[in-house]
Structures are given as C-alpha cells and as structure tokens.
C-alpha cells in the first residue's frame, strides 16, 4: 500500500507563502504543513490553520537564519547579543561540531518555539526542522529528548534514497545535498529508535527542492515507493515581501503550487490508489 504525505515547509514566512499553502490544501492535493514560530507572518499562518483543520500542522524549528524566541540572556552561545540566530548552515553546523554552542541552548530554544506554536492554539503533528538543522546528531539528540517531553512523537527524516532521488532528480544540484544527508541515515535512525520517533518510510523532495513543478511531481508520483512516504515542497506566491526575505526560493514556490493544484497530478494521485494522509495518520 501507498500512502503518501505531502508537507509545505516555511508556513509563516510571508502571508503570500502562507494563501499559497492554503490554495494547495484547499485546491490541490497537499495535506500538511509546518508553522514557523520565528517567521514575520506568524499570526496570519496561526489563524489560516485555525480556519482549516484537516491540514496538518507541525513545527517548522528554526535554528539558523532570523530572530530567536529566548532571550539572549539564556541563549548566548547560541544567538547573537541582538538576538538573532546564526545567519547561515555552515556556520551553525561548525559550531554545533566543535562544541561553541551550549547543547542546552539548543534545547532552551526549541522548547520556547514550540510552547510559542502550542499557545497560539496550534496543536503540532511533527516536528522537522528548517534547512534540516536537525539531520546533525547532535542538534537531533536534543530535538528528541524535546519531543519526548512535550509528547510529540512524529519527526521527518530527511534522508532521501539515492536511487530514488535520481529516477526524480537525475543531475540535480539538490542530488549532492541528498548524497551528504545521506551519510547520517544510520545515526539518526538510532536515536530515533531510542526515544521512541516514528518517521515515514521515505522521503523525497530534497533533491528536487524548488523544482516540484506538475511534470516533475507526476514524475516523482509515478515512480512512489510502497509504504509511507513523505514529499516535502515549498509552494507560495512570489511577491515582494517574499523578496524581502532573502529566501533563495522565489518564483519556485510559485512553480511548486502549480505542481500541487495540477488536475493531472491529483488524477494521477487517484489512478495508482494512493492515499493521502498528514502526519497525524502515521501511527
């Protein structure tokens, strides 16, 4: 059997971002989506998940790139004296690996992000995490002793089977990113199997990030693994205040909403008898 779970990351970033995730659930095919408590459009994203319950929201947990939720005081290793998190990867992961950031410090922030989701109303799924912060071990260690306190079981794994990754991607720039998340598969399945995680069986979506337009989603449909597979996507409106952002995804969100409110993919959806569910359905 096929079940197939497909997740809109960066809920919140921008109130276009924000009518674009909710044009894909109500039109289209997409099922969940997860809330980032750090973003400028927070509000607005809380109160379109309030106005549609059978989308799935989880916590999109933000430790690179923006404001933090804990005051610096409590999270100096970890946020700059104005109280911004670490602006790129690299430097996060750097530091994370050779011990500058306080692993209680990571912890102190994810809790603060998700009790910020949790008293706003929202009810989160799962947990992943933005620019998969938490594929690390060290950062995955504290997000599932935090799950684990706050009785969230369900986490992505955002490691991508490469086979799969080039019957959908083939050349893709994304597929190296794949190939280096990939190295960690057997690490975070430890830990996940130690506090208790449940995942999907499969992801897809990292190499072809910002590319998931109706061909290439019809593509990456017709070639579904059996079990339950989770597609993460990026759709949106691109407009100005999404340029404001920085995000170095624009008109691909647009692309990536096409490819979720596409006739042809919903049709495709329904021909092989795949069943559509968020992560509240995976048990």
């Keep these: 059997m096929k079940q197939l779970i497909l997740n809109a990351d960066d809920f919140g970033l921008t109130r276009g971002v924000n009518r674009g995730i909710i044009r894909a659930h109500r039109e289209g095919i997409l099922t969940s989506t997860t809330l980032m408590a750090t973003a400028p459009a927070f509000e607005d994203a809380v109160a379109l998940a ?23 005081a409590e999270i100096p290793s970890l946020a700059t004296p104005d109280g911004k998190l670490p602006a790129s990867l690299a430097v996060f992961a750097a530091n994370v690996s050779c011990g500058k950031i306080r692993t209680e410090e990571i912890s102190r922030e994810l809790r603060a992000q ?42 992505r794994k955002p490691v991508e089977d490469l086979a799969d990754s080039w019957r959908s991607a083939g050349l893709s720039k994304g597929i190296g990113a794949a190939a280096v998340v990939r190295t960690i598969a057997r690490r975070f399945s430890e830990i996940a199997r130690e ?89």
């Design 114 to 155: 998700i009790g910020k989701i949790r008293s706003a109303g929202v009810d989160p799924t799962h947990f992943d995490t933005h620019k998969h912060t938490h594929a690390h071990p060290v950062v995955m260690e504290e997000l599932a002793r935090v799950a684990r306190e706050s009785g969230i079981r369900r986490v």
């Design 195 to 283: 506090f208790g995680l449940l995942s999907p069986d499969n992801f897809l979506g990292l190499a072809m990030t910002g590319q998931l337009g109706p061909e290439a989603l019809r593509r990456m449909i017709s070639a579904l693994p059996e079990g339950r597979t989770e597609i993460m996507l990026h759709p949106g409106i691109c407009d100005e205040d999404l340029a404001k952002t920085g995000s170095r995804l624009q008109e691909q969100r647009q692309l990536e909403l096409n490819g979720l409110v596409d006739p042809d993919v919903k049709h495709m959806i329904e021909k092989e008898g795949i069943q559509l569910i968020s992560y509240s359905g995976l048990n």
């Design 50 to 72: 309030r106005a549609n319950p059978q989308l799935g929201v989880g916590c999109h947990l933000v430790l690179v790139g923006g404001p933090a939720v804990t005051p610096y």
